[in-house]
């Protein structure tokens, strides 16, 4: 639910902009998302030989896909909002020997492009920065359970767009996404924060 009033407030705010638009993009991409098994925090479990240790949690790679509205309002600045799906194989222990399964991972985001060549240009690189929400659902619910851990997050990067007919176009994008660690265990200690490297490819249609 909470999910759905951020995604309406997403589309309010980006109306005006979609107003003022010269030109409008609708893509989807589909890619990897990459936590590089970085130690995203810890948590005490009860080892029967040498009593209480702390088991590492750690977070690693998967699939994502990812919806965007890009807005093109000047000839070199354009607005973006996207969600971005991904999965993050998580651990925890050493080798995953206590758990090692896969997780979803949402964000939603809002971006601004500043492209090297203007507005109408066939081949437009760019890099880009925003922020949003980063929605956390643990090993076993889904995107529709209910059960999420929400931490801000922001995000940096650059891309390609390239204007392949007068309506289609592809694109590729690098993202880094930061956020607060996720809380997904009772007892869990975070000791550093999530990051996740996002490499995608994809087509879409200009308006």
């Known amino acids: 639910m909470k999910l759905l009033a951020l995604s309406k407030l997403a589309l309010l705010l980006a109306l005006p902009l979609a107003i003022s638009a010269q030109t409008l993009d609708v893509s989807l991409s ?3 998302a990459d936590a590089n098994d970085r130690q995203t925090g810890q948590i005490g479990v009860t080892d029967p030989t040498s009593g209480v ?3 590492p949690i750690t977070m690693g790679s998967g699939f994502l896909f990812a919806p965007r509205l890009t807005m093109h ?3 070199h600045l354009s607005h973006e909002f996207s969600y971005v799906f991904s999965r993050a194989n998580l651990k925890v222990g050493e080798n995953g020997s206590l758990v090692n399964q896969g997780m979803s991972v949402g964000q939603l985001m809002y ?3 500043l492209s090297a060549t203007p507005e109408g240009s066939k081949i437009r690189p ?3 920065g925003g922020a949003g929400l980063v929605s956390f659902y643990p090993p076993g619910y889904g995107i529709f359970s209910g059960v999420t851990v929400n931490r801000p997050g922001v995000n940096y990067g650059a891309g390609v767009r390239m204007q392949l007919t007068e309506m289609f176009h592809g694109r590729v994008d690098f993202r880094q996404v930061l956020s607060p660690s996720p809380k997904l265990y009772q007892g869990q200690v975070n000791n550093s924060h999530f990051r996740q490297n996002q490499f995608s490819a994809g ?3 200009t308006f």
């Open 53 to 55: 240790s702390a088991a």
């Open 111 to 113: 971006n601004a492009l």
């Open 73 to 75: 309002t000047r000839k």
């Open 30 to 32: 589909f890619g990897r």
């Open 203 to 205: 087509v879409g249609i």
């Open 126 to 128: 760019y890099v880009t």
